[in-house]
């Protein structure tokens, strides 16, 4: 099984700056990486796939990087409904395993 | 709009079985992989399983496997999810998932379904 491991767990950051998430798989997962956001009691919503495609609707402030084993999420100018907690996932292999997640949080 | 409703949770004993629904409209069902991820209280995601679209192929989760069957009719437009042999490490938030195909990121969820086992 790949482990996900995200860091930070929580990240503190005022609005308007920038936030960077990282994701690191325990072997190599390729490009096959996606992340998604969840706000309190909501579903999650996918923002990137493929390690650096936004999904359709998400905003250009959101980027991907990354491929192999290491991965960033950069949100480069927080607004506040970006509070809230990010997960990676990869889909290279059999079992599908999401990270931890990052909160972002209010600074 | 792709729209998914789960529907089925509850609170049931340990060791027994419920069976977890979901409605999908807005898309072409059947050429669609689905899949079931949970979330237990205050934790992370946990994929469970996964159906092609044909129906062909399935995946699941170690923790799951022999005591959970993911199924679908494309005829209905439904995915379902029948879990027997329940365990409290089985409570969890049910989320439906479509994908574009197997081995793909999830492109959309349903609200969830709360299953709790407690005695």
């Known amino acids: 099984e790949i482990v996900m491991t995200q860091s930070p767990a929580t990240l503190s950051v005022s609005p308007g700056e920038r936030a960077t998430l990282s994701c690191r798989a325990s072997q190599s997962v390729s490009s096959n990486l996606a992340w998604y956001q969840q706000k309190p009691g909501q579903a999650p919503r996918l923002l990137i796939y493929g390690a650096y495609s936004r999904a359709t609707g998400i905003p250009g402030r959101f980027s991907g990087s990354g491929s192999g084993t290491d991965f960033t999420l950069t949100i480069s100018s927080l607004q506040s409904e970006d509070f809230a907690v990010y997960y990676c996932q990869q889909y290279n292999n059999w079992p599908l395993t999401f990270g931890g997640g990052t909160k972002v949080e209010i600074k | 709009e792709v729209y998914l409703l789960e529907s089925g949770g509850g609170l049931v004993r340990p060791g027994g079985s419920l069976r977890l629904s979901c409605a999908a409209s807005?898309?072409?069902?059947?050429?669609?992989?689905m899949s079931w991820v949970r979330q237990a209280p205050g934790k992370g995601l946990e994929w469970v399983s996964t159906l092609s679209g044909g129906g062909s192929f399935t995946y699941y989760a170690d923790s799951v496997k022999g005591r959970f069957t993911i199924s679908r009719d494309n005829a209905r437009n439904t995915l379902s999810l029948h879990m027997n042999s329940l365990r409290a490490e089985d409570t969890a938030v049910y989320f439906c998932?479509?994908?574009?195909?197997?081995?793909?990121?999830?492109?959309?969820w349903g609200q969830g379904s709360l299953v709790i086992v407690s005695s």
């Open positions: 807005g898309f072409t069902f059947s050429d669609s992989a």
């Open positions: 998932a479509k994908s574009d195909d197997i081995l793909t990121s999830f492109v959309a």
